[in-house]
């Protein structure tokens, strides 16, 4: 399994949120939801070995996770609005159980802390500063945490740096989350073939 | 100058397509924002030295070529409906003689054999079945031509193939335009570094 986390420090907590306006009113969703193509979408299919934790933040109530599962998924459409419509089924379940609110996406009132406590694999933490990750060992099955385009807080970065195994970064210039996802599995593909 | 030139064999040329139905009505719209976000967007900053042409093949009235250039492009979103109203205001210049529609987007009336014609620099072809990239030598000065989820017709490979100096593969695995394109950026930076 190929996991990575996400951290939307201002995406919406409310199954209201805009669909109309996802960058803007519904806090960086868009952010979150292009992380999550980059995450589960090849050419033509879903990757069914990853899956991406959103991790939202923001207001009216926080914390919730969704966790988008490539094996169970039906299917991810390349439209952020379409998959808006999952996230927005996902946060009507504001349980601390986590829930199949529809095919492969999985909801919690969860943060940080909750989401690595149910994760196995060694956690690999991709921030600007880190080593260069062709560098670094890392292996088959494992989760990446990175976060929106706000850095960490004092306290989320305590509580990533308690589990994680390295700090990586993708390259010399720092680029959007989802583009760093698609870098991280560009380099996981040329080191560990399906 | 990083180049990079996407064929939207479906997209639409006419500037009233639909905002709501990006991935459909507008002829797969998104996929080209997204490839152009890819290109040219870095965390809070745009690329300097970078453009997008985005070359748009869809009815009602093919062929259109829409040029964002990073060095003159005041702002592009990472929300795609915002940039599809750029998109709109370049498409309702039907000219042959390339216009600025707005800062930094230039509307044409050109297909990829005019299209290619314009640049000077070496022009690579991405495609998933090239050498692997990180094999290649790449100057600093490129041109990379991609096609969107339609590979180009025979036609259209017989116009790059006339001009192209390689055929590259950006990995093992098969990905969406704007994964390529991130992943061509990343493995551009550490190589030309700045």
Request: proline share 6%; net charge negative.
């Given at each position: 399994?190929?996991?990575f986390?996400?951290?939307?420090?201002?995406?919406?907590?409310?199954p209201?949120?805009?669909?109309?306006?996802?960058?803007?009113g519904a806090?960086r969703?868009?952010?979150l939801?292009?992380a999550?193509n980059?995450?589960l979408?090849?050419s033509?299919?879903?990757?069914?070995?990853s899956?991406a934790?959103?991790?939202?933040?923001g207001?009216?109530?926080?914390?919730?996770?969704?966790?988008?599962d490539?094996?169970r998924?039906?299917?991810?459409?390349?439209?952020?609005?379409?998959?808006?419509g999952?996230?927005?089924?996902a946060l009507?379940?504001?349980?601390?159980?986590?829930?199949?609110?529809?095919?492969?996406?999985?909801?919690?009132?969860?943060?940080?802390?909750?989401?690595?406590?149910?994760i196995r694999?060694?956690?690999?933490?991709?921030?600007?500063?880190?080593?260069?990750i062709r560098?670094?060992?890392?292996?088959r099955?494992?989760a990446?945490i990175?976060?929106?385009?706000i850095?960490?807080?004092?306290?989320?970065?305590?509580?990533v740096?308690?589990?994680?195994?390295?700090?990586?970064?993708v390259g010399?210039?720092?680029?959007h989350?989802?583009d760093?996802?698609?870098?991280v599995?560009?380099?996981?593909?040329r080191?560990?073939?399906?």
């Amino acid at each position: 399994m190929r996991r990575f986390i996400v951290i939307g420090h201002r995406a919406s907590t409310t199954p209201d949120f805009p669909l109309d306006d996802l960058a803007g009113g519904a806090g960086r969703m868009d952010l979150l939801l292009t992380a999550a193509n980059a995450a589960l979408l090849v050419s033509h299919d879903l990757r069914r070995d990853s899956d991406a934790t959103l991790v939202l933040l923001g207001p009216p109530d926080p914390p919730r996770a969704v966790r988008l599962d490539g094996a169970r998924l039906q299917s991810l459409s390349p439209d952020l609005r379409t998959n808006a419509g999952l996230l927005r089924k996902a946060l009507a379940h504001g349980g601390r159980v986590e829930r199949e609110t529809s095919p492969g996406a999985f909801a919690s009132r969860r943060g940080i802390v909750d989401v690595l406590e149910g994760i196995r694999e060694p956690l690999i933490h991709l921030r600007e500063d880190g080593n260069d990750i062709r560098e670094v060992e890392i292996p088959r099955e494992v989760a990446f945490i990175l976060s929106d385009s706000i850095e960490l807080t004092g306290e989320e970065e305590a509580v990533v740096a308690r589990r994680r195994k390295a700090v990586c970064s993708v390259g010399p210039v720092s680029v959007h989350t989802s583009d760093a996802i698609a870098i991280v599995h560009n380099e996981m593909d040329r080191r560990h073939p399906a």
